[in-house]
């Protein structure tokens, strides 16, 4: 009777944990197996908002950048993992960029004139075709207690239908608005390392271009890993 007592306890309070946890409800088009695997320790890395957390905001994101409009903050953040030696070090480098008014009420209208938030996730969309190469877009908002997660490989690869068309659209007027060309291009000087990736697979030599220097990094990085030892 004991041990029965004890399994009963657990379930209750089990339960009462998961819905003390559950903070918002998914739409029915939403996609969030992506979401768990590959996004939420990169948004936690960058420290946006988490859909857990009792605050709205919309995201839109891609290994380009982070956009994510909020109450408190208007923002949207580049960042690289280094490599060395063939694996990560734990070491990212981060850079946000803030949002004028100007720009924040620009996408906002093209978020409402699209209607972005209609078009459901591209596994749900019958002509959407998938492929190994290609890059991913993300799109999340978390209104009240409702919370969205949708995806679209490759808009540019798809033929031309009505939600490919306009996720590409999209897609090149928020790069125009937040001037992302010029931006990745300072970004990309800015990175202090000699091997980096931000889509989990290419590398990038940037800062290194002669021998001089590159022996100079690996003395720096011989050093930094024996302090750590």
């Not at 209750?12 to 998914?26: H, M, P, V």
Request: hydrophobic fraction near 30%; charge should be positive; charged fraction near 30%.
């Amino acid at each position: 009777m004991k041990y029965l007592s004890i399994i009963i306890f657990t379930f209750c309070t089990g339960n009462i944990f998961a819905q003390e946890n559950k903070k918002y409800e998914l739409t029915k088009d939403s996609d969030t197996l992506y979401y768990y695997k590959y996004e939420k320790p990169i948004i936690k890395k960058l420290k946006l908002i988490q859909p857990e957390e009792k605050k709205d905001f919309f995201r839109f994101s891609s290994d380009k950048y982070y956009l994510e409009l909020s109450d408190e903050s208007n923002k949207y953040v580049m960042y690289v993992d280094e490599i060395w030696e063939g694996k990560k070090t734990g070491q990212t480098f981060i850079k946000e960029f803030n949002l004028t008014e100007k720009q924040v009420n620009e996408i906002k209208y093209l978020i409402s004139s699209l209607k972005i938030h209609e078009i459901p996730s591209d596994k749900q969309i019958k002509d959407w075709t998938f492929g190994f190469d290609g890059i991913t877009y993300k799109f999340e908002l978390k209104d009240g207690d409702t919370y969205s997660y949708k995806h679209y490989w490759t808009p540019t690869a798809q033929q031309k239908f009505m939600e490919a068309n306009t996720i590409n659209y999209f897609i090149i007027k928020i790069d125009n608005i937040i001037d992302y060309q010029e931006n990745s291009k300072n970004f990309a000087k800015e990175v202090p390392y000699y091997n980096w990736t931000k889509d989990e697979v290419s590398w990038v030599a940037m800062k290194v271009l002669n021998k001089e220097n590159y022996s100079k990094y690996r003395r720096y990085k011989k050093l930094m890993k024996k302090n750590k030892s």
